[in-house]
């Protein structure tokens, strides 16, 4: 598929399968959703991942705004034929999802939003070691958002290395991206009045132990 500003992986199942739309977070890329889009695919759906601009392999200028960002998830749906989408976005990639639900396509059947937060106000330090040291902000941001069970066994997944997979992903991405991305997710202003007006359903899936 095509779009000039995302770089897209298609994954297509029957003519008439229902499609998900994965957005990941903050310097991350699609390969943050191996396991996920594979599991999906094999339930008959029609798969989209993408790396957003300036992540993974996508070269454009990365875009420091989620409004912006979003436009280009609305207008690359308004290029799907498929008439039964669903959104998962991941801590950046869900505030994406909330904006674009804003636009109220009638196709989006339902929106997954994960490690989400509103208004999502980036810790100060945090914002400030992302800008100086990159990698000792994304293992302060491993250690804050994974609990210590899974630091210990790797996962619930026999063969699969949360901690390391998230790190190896993060650490791949580009220097001072993770600070862009995090202002992008501290900026950001959501119109509450629109909001109320959404009718999609939401699901959160939030972990306990994610402080």
Not at 4 to 23: A, D, H, M, V
Not at 122 to 134: G, W
Not at 153 to 161: K, V
Request: glycine share 4%.
């Amino acid at each position: 598929m095509n779009n000039s500003q995302l770089k897209l992986f298609y994954k297509k199942n029957k003519s008439n399968s229902p499609l998900i739309i994965f957005i990941h977070g903050a310097a991350c890329d699609h390969t943050l959703w191996l396991y996920q889009t594979r599991y999906f695919f094999h339930k008959n759906f029609s798969i989209i991942s993408m790396d957003l601009p300036g992540h993974g392999q996508n070269s454009t200028k990365p875009i420091n705004s989620i409004n912006q960002l979003s436009n280009l998830i609305k207008k690359l749906i308004k290029t799907l034929p498929n008439k039964e989408i669903y959104l998962v976005g991941h801590s950046m990639g869900s505030l994406i999802c909330l904006e674009t639900s804003l636009e109220r396509f009638k196709a989006i059947k339902k929106i997954f939003l994960i490690g989400s937060a509103y208004p999502m106000q980036v810790n100060k330090a945090l914002l400030l070691k992302s800008k100086t040291n990159q990698d000792l902000a994304i293992k302060d941001m491993i250690t804050w958002s994974i609990s210590d069970k899974i630091k210990l066994n790797g996962s619930n997944l026999i063969g699969l290395n949360l901690p390391n997979l998230i790190n190896v992903i993060m650490s791949n991405s580009r220097n001072g991206l993770l600070y862009k991305n995090l202002v992008a997710c501290n900026n950001f202003i959501l119109d509450k009045n629109k909001i109320k007006e959404v009718k999609t359903p939401f699901t959160i899936i939030a972990g306990s132990n994610d402080i």
